[in-house]
């Protein structure tokens, strides 16, 4: 059974830069293409980066391009998210999620983690 556990996040202030991981177990993370999604209160889940299988192509939300940056180590299964210069509405409950098949680069979604709290102080 795919397991995916994020961790990483925390509370930082405006500006400041924050990295979360998504580490994969049970299945086989090299053959996935990943991607993470961003999620508020009382608001839909909303994209905002994903890779491909072998990390040559990457595909970024607009609001988010030039400051987040994702990557992956297949070695290690784990995909990264690289938040610089974060924003207060960046503040979001962060998930990393397997993208179905050849959905890439923005799904449907296969398996999904639990998320992790990122916050930004103004």
């Known amino acids: 059974q795919v397991q995916l556990v994020e961790s990483g996040g925390g509370l930082v202030q405006a500006g400041a830069s924050l990295r979360v991981s998504c580490t994969e177990s049970?299945?086989?993370?090299?053959?996935?293409?990943m991607a993470w999604l961003r999620q508020t209160p009382g608001k839909e889940r909303e994209f905002v980066a994903s890779?491909?299988?072998?990390?040559?192509?990457?595909y970024y939300e607009d609001s988010v391009k030039g400051r987040f940056t994702i990557s992956r180590d297949n070695t290690k299964n784990t995909v990264y998210l690289q938040m610089n210069n974060l924003k207060p509405e960046d503040t979001a409950v962060y998930y990393c999620?397997?993208?179905?098949?050849?959905?890439?680069?923005?799904?449907?979604?296969?398996?999904w983690g639990q998320g992790t709290q990122v916050t930004v102080s103004s």
């Open positions: 999620a397997v993208i179905l098949g050849n959905s890439w680069p923005k799904g449907p979604y296969e398996y």
């Open positions: 049970g299945g086989t993370f090299s053959t996935y293409a």
């Open positions: 890779i491909s299988r072998r990390g040559f192509m990457t």
